[in-house]
């Protein structure tokens, strides 16, 4: 069937593709405008940290962005790495170490089991100990050892080894053993070696045991995976990451796998020995193909050739040449196991993929994506067995992936984040001490996606302020709309209207759109297009402080902004087309939302807090017994929000739908409140009530910073206009208060410091204003020895005459003291 392509509208979309580095190249999509697009997902033997997130997060951007705003059909494959090396040591070391703690060892049988573990893990990982003092290591000698070997790595520096003086993986992973070491020496000392040193306990037990694990049962296994895939899948939708269209698992896809690699073999471009079955890359060259294709400065990389193999697989032995990549492991005992043509094996890390997205995309996909460090070896070796495995000598060398995208890594202090290393921090932390959904994908966003990201104390500001601006963009549009008396907005408006009238803000929003455009067309250039929309909202905010405000523009641009934030899953609780509201919701993803437009099941009970808290006020106002204000007691006496809330009851249940925004429906009786508040601001100024100012003022500020805040709403006081009505969390107004409680009482404790240092300075004073200036030097005879008549000292210490440029400032000071005298015997009389 023919391949007909085309680009998106208006210029196309140019993206960067690692299989053709340098400038992005056209994005050509096929007629019907599908993308086919397969992710490399997670190996599930660990909690996922933020390192994932950048990939994920990143990916899921790019995603929407060609499904929401480019509107593309995509079609979203990812895999679940759920058996390899990873995966089968964590799950055998943890059932090894549960028998080990079922054994009746004596606390000396323990201390001498892990004593044992933790010289061999210092061997292994930290030879220097060994090294650095007298005698055999133990706990006691540890940190001096530790200190005196690494010392100046732990401060920051590196290795001698390490190339440079920029510490990288290196030195992170030497720390990591480190960090092992620490806990294992505290546990030696404390008895808690089970729990302390488990680190160094498990590779040493799975030196000894490993082969004893019963792996027919393979539960041992999936249970471990079963549960990590699950809290990956719980933080991704914590993180507002669309779920996949197809998940694959390497475990269900095992007799698809043996097929495949089976294919590749009649090809002749892969081989058997001793049970295991290996990729033959120099036959695929020979056959005019290319291997690493990605990477082909990392082709004869020996060490990442060993990490693309497998910690487990060293010793496999029948390859030709050492860059031949293994299709199938022969499993050793311990490790799992199924059936082949070449015995019980198990499948190698980079053919699970090759099969299982050439199952559900064909034998050509779109797009092909996943972290950096996994451009070579894996989706390298990825590439060649797919294009072996689809090769036909008439047809030329086969182009299994159009486009790959490799999401920059996330790292800290210069190295990748990664499991391994143990430098990370997960996903569950993050969201809980530092992120929201929000942030965290702001701040992503905040850097090119095919960028390495280091996360920098400025950069999370940065984030922090670009979502405040919104935030308070969007609080201020829908109170200005309220005001104007268009509580539900201009519904009738679209997208392009504003751009008809030739104000500068309508100029300015045309520009927008176009540039943000080009940013999105330029490889998803999303720190571009995060510039361009906070330009746009200060053009904005401008335009709404102006007297004349082109308000049908305003709202414009901000439904236009709330669709975009929305396209970049900035509102995890938005769904598309994301133009059927203004603004976004909470930063993390909810169940359900007030005042998002849902269906309200009982009206009277929705509104219950708004109509208590106007009846409350409506109470305590008339209490003050205002009799001279007429107007606010006309107000008290006029005002009928259950009236007016009446009418749009009516006119929800004469409508085919129920949906209505609660802030709408609350918004009577806040207007109510509101204007017996401002009436409340003029009735203190008036006066006739001086005696009963104070009263009023309080509960006027009370009626802002309490009665209104528990209900989520913003009261902002205007000159000679009603105080405009903002709905904003009560969390967000809950913390200004305290802050400005804060504030006013840190005002309070600096004045009252200052109040006492004022008074202390004011005693002192006056305590050496009393001294006459006749005795001021004569107490001095450490320094004088005669004075004269007015007691100014006329010998130094040692009988010789005081020098004249010493006399001369004695006197000034002799002086100065006389002057505060006089002034003292005046406040005070005699001394």
Request: with cysteine.
């Amino acid at each position: 069937m023919a391949d007909t392509r085309r680009s998106p509208s208006s210029g196309g979309i140019a993206v960067a593709n690692s299989l053709k580095p340098g400038a992005p190249v056209p994005f050509v999509t096929r007629e019907d405008g599908s993308v086919s697009w397969y992710s490399c997902g997670p190996t599930v033997y660990d909690l996922s940290h933020m390192g994932h997130a950048r990939n994920y997060v990143s990916t899921d951007v790019i995603r929407r962005i060609l499904m929401h705003y480019f509107d593309l059909k995509v079609n979203f494959v990812m895999n679940i790495t759920d058996v390899d090396d990873k995966i089968i040591i964590k799950a055998r070391r943890k059932r090894l170490l549960d028998i080990e703690r079922e054994k009746p060892y004596t606390p000396a049988g323990r201390h001498a089991l892990a004593t044992t573990a933790f010289l061999a893990y210092a061997r292994a990982n930290l030879p220097l100990l060994e090294l650095s003092g007298d005698g055999p290591l133990d706990e006691l000698n540890y940190l001096a050892r530790r200190d005196a070997a690494y010392g100046s790595v732990l401060a920051g520096g590196v290795l001698s080894t390490t190339e440079g003086n920029k510490p990288g993986d290196a030195e992170a992973k030497t720390k990591m053993h480190v960090a092992n070491m620490d806990a294992a020496a505290r546990g030696l000392q404390t008895g808690s070696v089970f729990d302390d040193a488990e680190e160094i306990l498990l590779p040493y037990l799975d030196s000894l045991y490993k082969e004893t694990i019963d792996t027919s049962d393979q539960t041992i296994f999936t249970d471990l995976t079963k549960s990590m895939e699950k809290l990956f899948s719980d933080d991704m939708e914590a993180v507002n990451v669309l779920p996949p269209d197809s998940i694959t698992r390497v475990t269900e896809y095992v007799p698809q796998i043996v097929d495949y690699i089976e294919g590749i073999i009649a090809k002749g471009f892969a081989y058997e020995a001793n049970a295991s079955v290996y990729f033959d890359i120099d036959a695929f060259e020979k056959a005019g193909n290319t291997y690493a294709r990605l990477r082909p400065e990392s082709k004869d990389d020996k060490a990442l050739q060993e990490e693309g193999e497998g910690s487990l697989s060293k010793s496999l032995a029948g390859k030709r040449r050492p860059g031949d990549f293994a299709l199938w492991k022969k499993s050793k005992p311990g490790e799992p196991y199924w059936p082949s043509p070449w015995g019980n094996g198990r499948p190698g890390w980079h053919i699970e993929c090759s099969v299982m997205a050439s199952d559900k995309l064909g034998e050509q996909m779109d797009i092909h994506s996943g972290g950096i460090d996994l451009a070579f070896p894996h989706h390298d070796n990825e590439l060649a067995q797919s294009e072996a495995y689809f090769y036909q000598p008439d047809r030329g060398e086969h182009s299994w992936v159009r486009y790959f995208f490799h999401m920059g890594h996330l790292s800290i202090a210069g190295s990748k984040m990664s499991k391994s290393l143990k430098n990370f921090q997960t996903i569950q932390d993050a969201l809980a001490t530092t992120y929201t959904a929000r942030s965290m994908r702001i701040v992503f966003m905040l850097s090119r996606w095919n960028d390495g990201l280091e996360i920098s104390p400025d950069m999370r500001k940065q984030a922090s302020s670009f979502e405040n601006t919104l935030d308070n963009f969007f609080t201020n549009v829908k109170a200005r709309l309220t005001e104007a008396g268009l509580s539900s907005g201009v519904q009738k408006l679209s997208l392009d209207t504003a751009a008809e009238v030739e104000s500068e803000l309508a100029v300015e929003f045309k520009q927008a759109k176009s540039d943000l455009d080009a940013a999105l067309r330029s490889s998803f250039d999303t720190p571009a297009a995060l510039q361009v929309i906070s330009r746009l909202v200060r053009q904005a905010n401008v335009s709404m402080s102006e007297s004349a405000t082109d308000l049908l523009t305003v709202e414009a641009v901000a439904r236009w902004v709330t669709k975009i934030v929305g396209v970049f899953g900035l509102d995890p609780n938005a769904q598309p087309p994301y133009d059927s509201s203004l603004g976004w919701g909470p930063a993390n993803p909810t169940a359900s939302l007030a005042g998002s437009g849902g269906a309200i099941a009982d009206p009277k009970a929705a509104v219950q807090p708004y109509s208590s808290v106007f009846a409350k006020v409506k109470g305590d106002v008339a209490a003050l017994n205002l009799t001279s204000e007429a107007k606010l007691n006309a107000l008290l006496a006029e005002l009928r929000p259950d009236a007016e809330f009446a009418l749009l009851e009516k006119e929800l249940e004469g409508s085919n739908s129920r949906n209505c925004d609660i802030e709408r429906l609350a918004l009577p009786f806040l207007r109510a409140i509101s204007s017996l508040r401002d009436e409340l601001r003029r009735a203190a100024t008036d006066p006739e009530n001086k005696d009963a100012k104070a009263a009023v003022l309080a509960l006027s500020d009370r009626i802002r910073d309490y009665d209104l805040v528990e209900l989520g709403v913003q009261l902002d006081d205007q000159p000679d206009r009603p105080s405009l009505v903002k709905f904003v969390p009560v969390a967000k107004l809950v913390a200004a208060r305290e802050e400005k409680a804060a504030a006013a009482a840190e005002k309070a404790r600096l004045k009252e410091e200052a109040q006492r240092a004022r008074e202390v300075a004011e005693k002192e004073k006056w305590a050496k204003a009393k001294v006459p200036p006749q005795d001021l030097y004569r107490q001095d005879t450490g320094n004088f020895s005669a004075w004269d008549a007015d007691g100014l000292p006329t010998k130094l210490a040692d009988g010789s005459d005081v020098p004249k440029t010493q006399a001369k400032r004695l006197k000034k000071e002799w002086e100065r003291q006389k002057k505060l005298h006089d002034s003292y015997l005046e406040k005070f009389g005699s001394a």
